[in-house]
């Protein structure tokens, strides 16, 4: 079955701290974007990338990091800089509509990683 | 004011009752509407994308108003599966994706 695939589903960072979280997609899609849910919040942009070995900070970039070396991986980084990192992590993909827009496309998503801090 | 507002609800209304609730948005250059569903600890699904000419899906019908900036997903002969959060979904440009904190709708027996 095509799909996403975050893991781990549960991670806890003490601090200061690096943690990475995990996202593959098998749906060969083109775009792929990382956010945060806090309770009670929609969701915000922390990277999204295009192409692989190219990717762009969203809202919320400062204390994460990723990278795009492989079309089917986004993997984020969570960094001890970042100073509340409790929350979902939710990892999306999106396909490239023919003729290179992105903006009509629905994302499609996986079942997230919970983050909490020891 | 914020790009995106929903109601964050809660709408509790009976089985087999009609509801509805909007979505509105505050930049008028948006190009592409969508409505997720949300269970509790789960990720949003992608429930529908909404259309200046409007669509249905069942018991699902999207509507997008570009004049007054608003979307509205109605849901007819609700059902208890129906019970959850949605989320409307706006977006301006690859990196300019705006989602709403989401309305939660709880279906009573």
């Known amino acids: 079955d095509g799909g996403i695939t975050q893991s781990p589903k549960y991670l806890f960072r003490k601090e200061g701290q690096n943690v990475t979280l995990s996202c593959e997609q098998n749906?060969?899609?083109?775009?792929m974007y990382w956010y945060r849910q806090d309770p009670g919040q929609g969701l915000r942009l922390i990277y999204y990338s295009q192409i692989v070995n190219d990717f762009q900070k969203g809202d919320i970039a400062e204390g994460y990091s990723v990278s795009r070396e492989k079309k089917e991986s986004f993997p984020l980084t969570v960094t001890s800089a970042q100073k509340n990192p409790t929350a979902f992590y939710l990892c999306?993909?999106?396909?490239?509509?023919?003729?290179?827009?992105?903006?009509?496309?629905?994302?499609?998503f996986g079942d997230g990683t919970r983050l909490s801090i020891l | 004011r914020k790009e995106v507002e929903q109601d964050p609800g809660p709408f509790n209304v009976p089985e087999g009752a009609t509801v509805a609730f909007n979505c509105t948005y505050s930049?008028?250059?948006?190009?592409?509407f969508f409505w997720y569903r949300q269970d509790c600890r789960k990720e949003p699904k992608l429930l529908m994308s909404?259309?200046?000419s409007g669509n249905e899906d069942g018991r699902f019908t999207a509507q997008l108003n570009r004049a007054s900036q608003y979307i509205s997903l109605l849901i007819r002969d609700s059902k208890l599966s129906d019970s959850a959060t949605y989320l409307c979904v706006v977006i301006h440009s690859a990196s300019k994706i705006i989602f709403g904190s989401g309305t939660r709708l709880s279906i009573r027996p």
């Open positions: 999306a993909s999106s396909p490239r509509r023919t003729g290179g827009s992105y903006s009509n496309q629905p994302q499609h």
């Open positions: 909404v259309y200046s």
């Open positions: 749906l060969n899609h083109d775009a």
């Open positions: 930049n008028s250059a948006s190009q592409s």
